[in-house]
């Protein structure tokens, strides 16, 4: 994939739950998704190795990637933000209790729902759960809560959301949320990231301290400004994009699927980037 096509690699995320708001949660000055990555030894949310129907692809640690330092970083909102600590037996019993969440997308999305199904089975690890995947769709439920994750792997463009955005804001009683994260993981022009010489994502060791140097990417904008312009919001953007691009180190680059025959820039390493997203969509559930 072309670093600079205007392609988005996203996830939908459907909730079964009512949100009329656009943009980012913004009471009181707070926007979650403007901060800095902190080191914290606390971290990471879970032992990966706890998790055992984690993917491949994502289990970096397990395909040998010998560094942890990329599982010590914490996603730190602006001081006016009250950021809560996931708390996935919270989750389970009070937010999600007999409702259910469809994640709509591609491979990133399957990054997504892998570390939400990883984060609460690890949090209830003597909790029953079922999970059952049939052609493209996935789902991983907890009878006991009444509970389901779903996953629908279909590909998207970012040509297809402004009439997917505006069809939810007319459409009562559906809400949601839509996540965006670009295709910019993919580096095969290290000016991306102000390194000329840089080829890949492997042997990055740390995260960029402030802002991504090639700036915001083209669809994310085209996000924003659908969202900006719809008479009644009924979506919540997860706006994860600049948060994420910060974490060049996060990628699995040779400890992914395909080891050192693929290079893999684009997904994530579990645990890792994905789980503060999944914390992001607690936040914003928890203030809806």
């Known amino acids: 994939m072309d670093v600079g096509s205007s392609a988005i690699r996203a996830a939908l995320l459907f909730v079964s739950l009512a949100v009329h708001h656009g943009g980012a949660a913004r009471g009181g000055g707070c926007d979650p998704y403007k901060g800095i990555w902190v080191r914290d030894e606390a971290y990471p949310l879970y032992d990966p190795s706890r998790c055992p129907f984690i993917e491949k692809e994502f289990d970096c640690q397990m395909n040998g990637r010998p560094d942890r330092d990329y599982l010590k970083y914490r996603w730190q909102p602006n001081p006016r933000c009250h950021f809560p600590r996931f708390d996935g037996r919270h989750f389970l019993s009070q937010v999600l209790k007999g409702k259910s969440i469809m994640f709509v997308g591609d491979s990133l999305s399957l990054n997504q729902w892998q570390s939400l199904t990883c984060m609460l089975h690890v949090a209830l690890p003597r909790a029953h759960y079922s999970s059952a995947r049939t052609g493209g769709l996935s789902t991983f439920t907890f009878p006991s809560q009444a509970t389901g994750l779903l996953l629908d792997l279909t590909p998207l463009k970012v040509e297809n959301y402004g009439k997917g955005l505006m069809f939810w804001s007319s459409t009562p009683g559906i809400g949601g949320f ?111």
Request: hydrophobic share 35%; glycine share 10%.
């Open 178 to 288: 839509i996540q965006g994260e670009n295709s910019r993981g993919i580096l095969f022009n290290g000016s991306d990231w102000g390194e000329a010489n840089a080829r890949s994502c492997e042997g990055q060791k740390e995260p960029f301290s402030k802002t991504y140097p090639a700036g915001p990417h083209p669809a994310q904008l085209v996000v924003e400004k659908v969202i900006r312009a719809m008479p009644t919001p009924a979506v919540h953007l997860l706006n994860v994009t600049a948060l994420s691009q910060l974490r060049k180190e996060g990628h699995p680059s040779v400890y992914g699927l395909g080891g050192h025959r693929a290079m893999d820039c684009s997904h994530w390493c579990l645990a890792g980037v994905p789980d503060t997203w999944n914390q992001l969509l607690y936040a914003a559930l928890l203030r809806s």
